[in-house]
């Protein structure tokens, strides 16, 4: 299985909602990702987690929370966002050497 | 020096076309090079990698030429196919290195023509 699965698919959601996007992987990945994309742009780094634990948060503003249950398991927790946070949201995973990227098919969030 | 540089912005290929992708770097210490292709509404996939000890590798239709000398390196479709429209990221990064230090490029939108 070579398959990052992300739920939802979409969502749709309010400036004072609070929702969780969801990743899982079961290919013994022990580093897990959050990027986030706009349109016509590159993927942009959020979260790293490596062996459960955050290793990297790059300036990510405290409205996302991410969160890793398990090695198999990663959240993303969004609360009090703007409609610029609007954006496709990206899970991948790695083995943490070498990193080749494996990306899920992401969630497509707007913020209104 | 962490940028990757990417040219052209867009492209428009007839069918059975050759598409060309251009791909620059300055950062010395990269030794991993992958190119992902992205569907609309889909995550990245990767396409085809290399690391600079090869000047060229081969998977089907595509191929990346590397130039270590000139920092460079390029994607080739060859017999381009409307189903290979797509936006198409090269990146570089440390193969051993820290998680985060992926750098993409920004990105060619690719259409291939009936």
């Known amino acids: 299985d070579t398959e990052v699965t992300q739920t939802p698919k979409h969502l749709v959601m309010g400036m004072t909602n609070k929702k969780s996007l969801k990743c899982e992987q079961h290919m013994g990945h022990r580093a897990m990702y959050w990027y986030k994309q706009k349109a016509k742009k590159p993927p942009e780094l959020m979260f790293v987690y490596s062996y459960e634990k955050l290793s990297i948060n790059e300036s990510v503003p405290s409205r996302f929370s991410p969160e890793c249950p398990n090695s198999s398991l990663l959240n993303l927790h969004l609360h009090a966002l703007q409609p610029e946070d609007s954006a496709l949201y990206l899970c991948?995973?790695?083995?943490?050497?070498?990193?080749?990227?494996?990306f899920g098919s992401g969630t497509q969030l707007s913020v209104l | 020096q962490q940028q990757v540089k990417q040219s052209p912005q867009s492209l428009i290929v007839q069918k059975g076309g050759i598409s060309i992708i251009n791909c620059a770097y300055e950062n010395t210490a990269f030794d991993y090079f992958p190119w992902y292709q992205q569907f609309p509404g889909k995550g990245p996939a990767l396409l085809i990698a290399?690391?600079?000890?090869?000047s060229e590798k081969k998977e089907g239709r595509f191929t990346i030429s590397f130039n270590k000398s000139a920092k460079q390196f390029s994607l080739h479709i060859m017999d381009s196919q409307p189903g290979d429209s797509a936006t198409y990221f090269c990146?570089?990064?440390?193969?051993?290195?820290?998680?985060?230090?992926?750098?993409f490029g920004k990105g060619t939108k690719l259409s291939v023509k009936p």
């Open positions: 990146a570089a990064s440390e193969y051993g290195g820290s998680q985060g230090n992926l750098i």
């Open positions: 991948a995973s790695s083995q943490v050497t070498p990193r080749v990227l494996f």
């Open positions: 290399i690391r600079p000890d090869v």
